[in-house]
């Protein structure tokens, strides 16, 4: 007998792609709504398709499985311009009515303003007296806020407008959720306020078989007490990424002898910057920078071959990539915020200094470099704040709360 109860209503903002009439998904919202359809008997998805090129992570919807017959799509236009979204609201706004209505539990994703489709159909439900759940995996307009320096002048003086009307907007609808999720303690500690009932939960796409094995985390350990000291990091080369903070980091290394190799996975807005800052600088021949590597085996392998992980994230989110470094048993060492920080709660997997201490993160490394039985203590550690991570246990936590604090089918 199935568990699967009731018709879900969720909005997800990762946008379809279509290509030659066959619609295409980000590989990890297909996981994601393969994983949905196993705790509800009936999905509908709202979600905007997007014109240009198909990004390099996109792949056929039917990855989803035999689940995708029960996936009923509500395709909404992506709409990020105020003009834009304002006209499309007379067509879309019955259709998101009617899906609400039809629906047993509804939930949306928020973060944005003009084109959040997510917010507008949450204020749709609070009208409708509908109950709801909101799910956010970063505060979109800290972001916005920190990041304000890296966009171009006319974006740069429409944000400022904009970031106090979509943190009110966030609140808002907080405030008349019956329930929060907020993925990562950096988010829930900034949101449980302002919500009823706030749950701190996780969204991540790691299962149980891409933990490092035991027998490859015992010879990580071992292999640990010599050689290169091997640093990586897997992510978007952007400011709120913190790339030029990563690579001063590096280069305080060097100019201290610390013998080391770094590998950045991952493109982005700095990326040619990273390029030839590399090129230009000391770090030549010491720093990869492949660019975006969309095969997860490679990934992991880079991920389990690495003594550390080293990120300089300078906003108010919940990176996933530090979750599946600790499953790889490589420590997680950067700017310190709550999200980490409750990450390594439990066993220590990692070092953490104050935001914007490129002085205090080199002087971290260092020590690591400098003494390897702290280091191979280190990423057994890390690999014991992984090991309670993985995508069905995370999936099965969020529909249980959303099936206990919703009201179900009548």
């Not at 299962?207 to 091997?230: N, Q, S, T, W, Y």
């Not at 203590?377 to 995370?394: N, S, T, W, Y």
């Amino acid at each position: 007998m199935s568990d699967r109860a009731g018709t879900l209503l969720l909005y997800a903002p990762v946008p379809l792609h279509r290509k030659v009439g066959v619609l295409h998904l980000e590989d990890q919202a297909c996981n994601g709504l393969r994983l949905w359809a196993e705790h509800f008997e009936k999905l509908i998805l709202m979600i905007p398709e997007a014109s240009g090129p198909l990004p390099p992570a996109w792949v056929p919807l039917e990855r989803v499985g035999p689940s995708l017959e029960r996936i009923e799509l509500l395709i909404v236009p992506e709409a990020w311009r105020p003009d834009r979204f304002l006209r499309a609201l007379p067509g879309q706004k019955p259709r998101i009515r009617e899906a609400i209505a039809r629906a047993d539990y509804v939930g949306f994703a928020i973060g944005g303003l003009w084109g959040d489709w997510g917010s507008y159909a949450a204020w749709q439900a609070h009208k409708m007296k509908k109950p709801f759940y909101i799910w956010t995996d970063r505060v979109e307009s800290a972001v916005v806020r920190r990041t304000l320096g890296s966009l171009p002048l006319r974006r740069r003086v429409r944000a400022r407008v904009e970031v106090p009307l979509m943190a009110a907007l966030e609140r808002a609808l907080i405030r008349r959720s019956t329930l929060g999720l907020f993925h990562g303690r950096e988010t829930y500690d900034t949101y449980a306020p302002y919500a009823s009932n706030p749950q701190l939960v996780h969204d991540i796409h790691l299962k149980r078989a891409d933990h490092i094995p035991p027998e490859m985390l015992a010879a990580k350990i071992a292999g640990a007490a010599e050689g290169p000291l091997k640093i990586v990091y897997a992510g978007r080369a952007t400011a709120m990424k913190g790339a030029m903070d990563w690579l001063a980091v590096l280069e305080g290394l060097a100019a201290r002898g610390v013998d080391f190799t770094a590998t950045w996975l991952g493109d982005g807005p700095d990326f040619a910057a990273m390029q030839a800052r590399v090129a230009e600088g000391p770090l030549q021949g010491r720093v990869a920078l492949p660019g975006f590597v969309s095969d997860r085996p490679t990934l992991l392998t880079a991920l389990r071959e690495a003594d550390l992980m080293l990120f300089c994230h300078k906003t108010p989110e919940s990176p996933r990539i530090l979750i599946e470094a600790l499953a790889s048993g490589c420590p997680i060492v950067g700017y310190d915020s709550p999200f980490p920080a409750d990450l390594i709660d439990p066993h220590g997997g990692g070092k953490l200094v104050t935001l914007d201490d490129v002085a205090g993160l080199t002087e971290a490394v260092t020590a690591l470099a400098q003494d390897r039985t702290a280091l191979s203590d280190l990423i057994a550690k890390a690999a014991q704040d992984g090991a309670i991570f993985d995508d069905e246990a995370v999936f099965a936590h969020r529909s249980e709360l959303i099936r206990e604090n919703l009201p179900g089918p009548r």
